[in-house]
């Protein structure tokens, strides 16, 4: 299971890009790029899933380069809303096991 | 479509009562997950249904942690003797499938049931 890095906490403003980045430098072959996020006393909600290059959604973008060692997620135009929990996970344990990390607590201030 | 819920949201209880979660996963999916969280440390993986069959009950700490599934639908957890170690947040999930291509669209969370043991 690949581990992965990223920041512990990140302060924004409303209205502002947030980008955030997750090192993952032993991602496997077949190893997807997933992120979740999670509202204070609510569970995980899945926001965005990628293999390489770029997908965007309707909640945020995910930019994974050519050698996947790492990936961004992308927040635009950040409201009080969006602050949250946010997790890098790489893979799957035994297929269905989902590893969290300490994740990015992102706190956007007005 | 109804999410997953989990009841009581809250439990305090006292060291060495017995306490049991309920998770309603939704309608349809077979996988369903048992995730915990104790105070500061990171959400762990405690066990993983399919149907009414304990696929990976790897996670769980001990025995004082049964989890059932009986007829496939709802799920409980339920803690005896509790300790104060116990506390944390325990969290179900459920999904459709649980294959490495899919299972990250498929998993849905419940809001957790936030268990103290005093």
């Known amino acids: 299971l690949a581990k992965t890095t990223q920041p512990i906490s990140m302060d924004s403003y409303e209205g502002q890009e947030v980008n955030i980045t997750c090192s993952h430098n032993n991602i496997a072959t077949n190893d997807y790029i997933t992120w979740y996020q999670q509202f204070p006393s609510q569970g995980p909600r899945f926001i965005i899933q990628?293999?390489?290059t770029k997908v965007t959604n309707e909640v945020a973008s995910l930019f994974i380069p050519a050698d996947r060692k790492s990936s961004t997620l992308s927040l635009p135009r950040v409201s009080l809303s969006d602050t949250a929990v946010y997790y890098c996970l790489v893979g799957l344990d035994n297929d269905y096991k989902l590893s969290f990390g300490a994740g990015t607590t992102v706190t956007v201030r007005a | 479509e109804a999410g997953v819920t989990q009841f009581p949201s809250h439990s305090v209880i006292e060291k060495g009562q017995t306490v049991t979660l309920r998770c309603d996963p939704i309608?349809?999916?077979?996988?369903l997950y048992w995730y915990r969280r104790v105070m500061g440390k990171e959400i762990k993986f405690l066990l993983h249904?399919?149907?009414?069959?304990?696929?990976?009950e790897s996670g769980m700490p001990n025995n004082r942690f049964l989890a059932e599934r009986t007829g496939g639908t709802y799920s409980t957890l339920k803690v005896q003797p509790a300790e104060l170690e116990d506390s944390g947040v325990y969290f179900c999930?459920?999904?459709?499938?649980?294959?490495?291509?899919?299972?990250?669209?498929?998993?849905?969370f419940g809001s957790g049931t936030r268990l103290t043991v005093v």
């Open positions: 249904f399919v149907k009414e069959s304990k696929q990976d």
């Open positions: 990628g293999y390489k």
């Open positions: 309608s349809g999916h077979d996988n």
């Open positions: 999930a459920s999904s459709q499938v649980a294959s490495r291509d899919r299972a990250n669209y498929g998993y849905t």
